[in-house]
């Protein structure tokens, strides 16, 4: 599990105005949960909050400025569609006593076998895996070995056994499978061999076709001499 630290400013102000004003100033706006507590409106520093995201931590000390520091993940993030920057954040305190759900990145490990010697294609369908455990017991991401899958090979939720930890995700979901090499790739792979015999039956079959060309130009000059 890893932890970081980052300061907030408590807001009287809310709404779309006020939010696009914090925004064109650098800020974000955003709103921190507590169960049985009123959500507490704040901004913070655009800057330092992507620096805090791009660590992915599991468990965050969040300061309000003038006042506490409380343990939060990280609920929900907006993210704007073309600068891909965080627009609006809620944080959700917790009792580190108490069990969270939290969602955690899946990291694969390894390279495939069936990628490596086969020529087949790794697809990851699942990159996060929601599971419920103590904040002090979240990890930083979920590993999962690959190197023993061959083609048509895949793993599934059910397939991970982790420590403290309940996975609330499907276990039916595939998280990898490795898929046979495509057709295309397939078909440059043939043979030269083969490939050289196709030239030869396009010779053959033009050399035909302007054999029965001639020939029916002769015959129209022969008819037209009859008469």
Known sequence: MSQSFIEVQPRAETGKQVAKRLRRSGMVPGIYYYHGQRPVPFSVNGKELRNLLAHKSSL???????GETSKCVVREVQWDPLSSAPVHIDFMGINIAEKVRVEVPIHLVGTAVGVKTGGGMLQQLL????????PLDIPEAISVEVSSLEIHHSVHVRDLKLDKIEILTDTEQVIVSILPPRLEETAAAAAPGEESKEPEVITQKKKDEEGAEEGGKEGGKKESGKK
């Open 60 to 66: 965050i000390d969040v300061n309000f400025k003038g």
């Open 127 to 134: 990159r996060e895996l929601e599971i419920e455990c103590l």
